[in-house]
C-alpha cells in the first residue's frame, strides 16, 4: 500500500502547493493538502494545529512547511501520526521528498580525507592541536602534518605524540626518510609519499605507507612498490599523483585510469590540491569534478590542503563532496537534487515563485508591510499600496516613502541590496534571511522549535 502523507499549509500556499504536487505525476506516495486556516504557512503554532487538525485513519506522516517553528515531537505524541519540517520553499518540495518520499541521505560515505597543516613545522604544539580540531571539526579523517624540505621540524615526534594522545589519526609526509621515521616512531597511522627506494621504513611500524611513483609519471615504479609490499604482508594506500593543469594533469588523470585497471582491488589515494590550490577556480566546483572521478574508479582517500585563501573551506567541500557521490551512486543517479553545498555563487533554482506567482500573492495583501521577492524579470517590492519591479535597488527607492524613517529605510536598503547581488548571481533570496553561499559560509544555526525574534525594524519601532 502506497504511503499516505498530509501536506499542511496556508491561504496563500495552497494553490501552489497543488499545482505543484499535481506536477509529480505518478509518486510511490498518495498526498493531501489541508489548509490549516492561517494566511501565511510559517505562522502557524502548535496550539492552532492541535486545535483545528483533524487526521483520518491510515495517514503515515504530516508535512510542515520548513519555517514552522514549534516543536514537531509534541505533534506527533498528540496526534499519534510522525511530524517533519519539510524544506522552507515550495519549489525544493520534489528534491526532498525525492523518488519515495523521503529527504536523501547524506549520512554515509565511503572516502577518507586527510587535511594536511602545510606549515606544521612553524607551529607550536599547541597551534598543531587547535588546527587539528578544526580541520576535524570540517571533516576530516586524518590530520596530516606537512614536512617542508630543508625545514627543521624539531617538534615532530611530540607533535605526534600529542595529536594521538587527542585521538586524532595522524600521517606525517615528508621527502626525509629521518622525518619519515620520527614518525613512525611516535605512531603516526599513515606515512605518506614512500616509494620503492623508501618502502623499507614501513616494515618495522604500524604505519601504514602511502606509495608514490619513484619518478614523477613512471606508473611501473609504483607497481614494482605495490609488489614489494604484497609480498612482505604490509596494508599500503597507493597514490599515482595528481599533477597540476598544464603540468601532465591530463596524463596523471590517465594514470588513476590505468593504476585502477592494472590493480582493481588496490586502497588508491588523490592529493587534490594540486587542482584546488593552483588553479584560479572556486574550489567547488573542482572538488565535485574530483570526487566524481574518485567516486567512478572508487578511490576512497584523499588528501585535501588549504594554503590558498580561495580554498578556505576545502576541508567541508571535500565532505559534503563525498556524501553526495555515495548517495548519488548508491542511488544509481546523477548527483543533483542532493545537497546545495557546492552550489555556492548560483542556485539551480534561484526563483522560488514566477512572476505570476508573485502577482497573485501582491494582490492579496492589505497592510502596509514590505514584501521583497525575486523572480526572472527582477526585485518586486510590495505591500498594501502598490506593487514595483526593477532590476537596480536604487531605482526603487524613490517609491518606497521611508524618506523620514532613517531606521526602516536602513533596512530596506540592506534587503533590496542583497536582493540585487542575489538576482544578479542567480542565488535565491529570502527576506530578512542571510544569502546562502553553501559550505563556504554556513549559516548560523537557527531554532526551529521557537518563534523567530522580531526583525529590525519592527524590534526599533518597540524600542521607540
Known sequence: MAERLVFLTGHLARVRLKRLLAGLGQ???????????????ALMSEDI??????????????????????DIEHLSEHFGVPFIRGPDEIADLPAFLGRAGE?????????????????????????????????????????DLGCLPETPFPLLEEAVLELKAQGFLVSVDSASTDEL????????????????????????????????????????????????AQKAGVAFIADPVLDPIHFGFAASLGRF???????????????????????????????????GLCSELQI?????????????????????????????????????????????VHDRKPFTAST?????????????NFRIMTAEDGIHVFNGKGHAVATDA?????????????????????????????????????????????????APETDRSRLAEAGHTLRAKKER
Not at 27 to 41: L, N, Q, S
Not at 356 to 368: M, N, P
Not at 404 to 416: P, R, W
Request: hydrophobic share 45%; proline share 5%.
Open 49 to 70: 494545529i492541535k486545535r483545528r487538525l483533524t487526521l483520518t485513519g491510515g495517514i503515515d506522516r504530516v508535512i510542515l512547511p520548513g519555517r514552522y517553528r514549534g
Open 300 to 344: 576512497q582517500n584523499v588528501l585535501a590542503v588549504h594554503v590558498s585563501p580561495h580554498t578556505l573551506r576545502t576541508i567541508e567541500e571535500h565532505d559534503i563532496a563525498r556524501r553526495i557521490l555515495f548517495a548519488a551512486k548508491s542511488d544509481g543517479a546523477l548527483p543533483r537534487s542532493y545537497h546545495p553545498g557546492l552550489l555556492q
Open 27 to 41: 509518486t510511490e506516495f498518495a498526498w493531501e493538502i489541508i489548509d490549516i486556516g492561517v494566511k501565511v504557512a
Open 356 to 368: 505570476g506567482d508573485i502577482e497573485a500573492l501582491a494582490a492579496e495583501v492589505r497592510d502596509t
Open 394 to 442: 536604487f531605482e526603487l527607492f524613490a517609491g518606497l516613502g521611508v524618506e523620514a524613517d532613517g531606521a526602516h529605510a536602513f533596512y530596506l536598503g540592506a534587503e533590496l541590496m542583497k536582493a540585487e547581488i542575489a538576482w544578479r548571481l542567480g542565488k535565491r533570496y529570502v527576506q530578512d534571511e542571510p544569502l546562502a553561499w553553501g559550505v563556504a559560509a554556513p
Open 103 to 143: 529527504p536523501p541521505d547524506l549520512s554515509r560515505h565511503s572516502m577518507r580525507i586527510f587535511a594536511e597543516i602545510v606549515d606544521a613545522p612553524m607551529l607550536s604544539i599547541e597551534a598543531l592541536v587547535a588546527r587539528a580540531r578544526t580541520l576535524a571539526a570540517a571533516g576530516a579523517d586524518v590530520i
Open 181 to 228: 621515521s620520527i614518525g613512525a616512531r611516535a605512531g603516526a597511522d599513515y606515512l605518506l609519499s614512500l616509494d620503492e627506494k623508501t618502502l623499507p621504513l614501513a616494515f618495522d611500524c604500524k604505519a601504514v605507507p602511502v606509495l608514490i611513483p619513484s619518478a614523477p609519471g613512471d606508473l611501473d615504479s609504483l607497481g614494482r612498490a605495490i609488489e614489494v
Open 257 to 291: 585510469i590505468e593504476a585502477r585497471r592494472r590493480w582493481p582491488e588496490v586502497e588508491l589515494l588523490m592529493g587534490t590540491g594540486n587542482l584546488t590550490e593552483l588553479t584560479d577556480a572556486d574550489s567547488s566546483g573542482v572538488t565535485a569534478v574530483l570526487a
